[in-house]
């Protein structure tokens, strides 16, 4: 994971690093804010034509070109930093504080090109400094050549509030070197904010880091789903159970994420599941899915030759052997059963004590190694090579009318909301209005999106605007919940019959008219 997934920038997809922003204040108990501005600025500017790269591909980087965390670096050094990661951007920054007024200031460098853009500034009060970070993303954004066709406003409103002493206690618990101390800022900002997943996910990590499965599972089980951080977290929920022994809870995790990101390592991960289990077919499927998408990981070939050798097919599991020892020759237990099979001896037989790891084998068994579980998650590598899928795609989709354009976005967006994945089909919902602004079934379902999230007026516009260009029946029921929430019991009423004239049996329709009529019989 990290810098070298950051570092094949390909053809189509931009990369962009922020750095930490300079302190130029001499207000105490602010240092923190330094390392704020990646955080903030890194998730408000990716984008499916820019591949923003993390802490992890910065801090990496910084350890390879022998410069200390803790030495404030000069231009000349942020250079070399982002070099060393292959960017096409970067992003420098400093910020004061007068006691009164915060200011931050920003500069985007073209590092191909060797040009610096003008600084762009954000200024108001502390404590709404994840505003003015979020309006500084929007104002380097517009330097770009392919800069975001979105308003300051929507922009602005696109972000969910964070609350700022929830925000502090995260970025000093990711920063905090000491054990306990970060689990103390990380309990904090999930106190402060219940549904902070960010956190949720650190915590989780913090406690996996230190094999106290039991308390990383419940903190990786808490994140919702439809959180950007599910991903990873089902990922390290299903090592914790794997560690746990608990492989029915294992096999769930990683299946949800190999359903949201099909990753190499995950297929792999079921099939040591499945091997735990018993399942021999089915560990030798997944195992078999994990060679054909990587044959260059040995470790793939080993667990596909130790699950053929259980199932009896030593000729397979031989093939298997000598393919992962020409990659990796020193590897002494690949040697070993590799010698096991030429000597003809018999694999052990199907059995609860053979699946769970050779326990208790009769003398004339053979003592079959463990298939090896992966435990790192790339999602950043998936991520980089879908930004440049995306990006063929819509060079492609460009020679289209803008109608089979939009059109195209608004399905793959259905596919998201089909998979629990409503960031990405909010994304895919504003390409389609990019692309025909005309387009009532994208308004009406970028609205529903934000309705969801709460973000009751950029919902409400939405949805008047879908009305506008064509009446339909999602729309007039985004309508309707919203007035239902501010109790317009008429409005809502006028909203649903409206519907109900469009399309009579819709299932959605009567139930809110149920609704509706329920309440006002209560109120009366």
Do not use: C
Request: net charge negative; no cysteine; aromatic share 8%.
């Amino acid at each position: 994971m990290g810098l070298s997934a950051a570092a094949q920038a390909r053809s189509g997809t931009q990369t962009l690093v922020v750095m930490p922003f300079e302190n130029q204040s001499n207000a105490p108990g602010l240092e923190w804010i330094g390392e704020a501005f990646p955080e903030v600025l890194s998730q408000r500017m990716a984008s499916s034509q820019l591949y923003v790269m993390d802490r992890e591909d910065r801090a990496t980087a910084f350890d390879r070109s022998g410069i200390p965390s803790t030495v404030l670096p000069s231009r000349a050094t942020l250079y070399q930093v982002g070099e060393q990661m292959g960017a096409d951007y970067m992003v420098m920054g400093s910020y004061n504080f007068d006691g009164s007024k915060f200011t931050a200031a920003a500069q985007l460098l073209d590092m191909k090109k060797l040009h610096l853009y003008p600084a762009v500034e954000s200024s108001g009060p502390l404590t709404s400094l994840i505003s003015l970070q979020t309006n500084l993303a929007w104002q380097l954004l517009q330097q770009l050549p392919s800069h975001t066709v979105m308003s300051r406003e929507q922009f602005l409103s696109t972000w969910p509030p964070i609350r700022l002493d929830a925000f502090e206690n995260y970025l000093r618990g990711i920063l905090a070197t000491d054990h306990q101390q970060r689990i103390h800022y990380l309990h904090d900002a999930v106190k402060l904010n219940p549904n902070y997943s960010a956190a949720m996910l650190e915590l989780g990590k913090t406690y996996f880091g230190t094999h106290e499965y039991e308390s990383a599972a419940a903190w990786f089980a808490r994140i919702p789903k439809t959180e950007p951080e599910a991903g990873e977290a089902n990922f390290l929920l299903g090592m914790s159970e794997f560690y746990l022994g608990n492989y029915d809870k294992a096999y769930a995790a990683f299946n949800y994420v190999v359903t949201r990101v099909p990753l190499t390592e995950v297929y792999n991960n079921l099939g040591v599941v499945e091997a735990r289990r018993g399942h021999r077919t089915t560990a030798i499927e997944y195992f078999s899915k994990a060679v054909g998408a990587d044959p260059n990981d040995p470790d793939y070939h080993f667990n596909l030759a130790v699950a053929l050798y259980r199932n009896g097919e030593s000729a397979a599991a031989a093939r298997q052997l000598k393919e992962e020892l020409q990659q990796r020759p020193s590897d002494a237990e690949a040697k070993s059963l590799l010698d096991v099979i030429n000597r003809g001896s018999a694999p052990p037989a199907p059995s609860a004590a053979a699946a769970a790891g050779n326990a208790l084998l009769p003398p004339n068994q053979t003592r079959v190694p463990l298939e090896r579980i992966k435990r790192n998650y790339d999602e950043a590598s998936y991520q980089q090579l879908e930004l440049e899928i995306h990006n063929l795609t819509e060079a492609r989709l460009a020679k289209m009318n803008s109608h089979d354009h939009s059109a195209y976005h608004v399905q793959r967006g259905e596919e998201m909301l089909a998979q629990n994945m409503p960031e990405q089909a909010g994304s895919e919902f504003r390409d389609a209005i990019s692309a025909d602004p005309n387009n009532a079934a994208a308004h009406a379902q970028l609205a529903e999106l934000l309705e969801k999230k709460g973000d009751l007026n950029n919902a409400r516009t939405e949805a008047q605007t879908s009305i506008r260009l064509k009446p339909n029946v999602d729309a007039l029921l985004v309508l309707a919940w919203l007035d239902l929430k501010q109790n317009q019991m008429q409005a809502a009423e006028n909203e649903v019959q409206r519907a109900l004239a469009l399309e009579p049996a819709n299932a959605a329709a009567l139930a809110l008219k149920r609704d509706i009529a329920a309440r006002q019989t209560g109120a009366k």
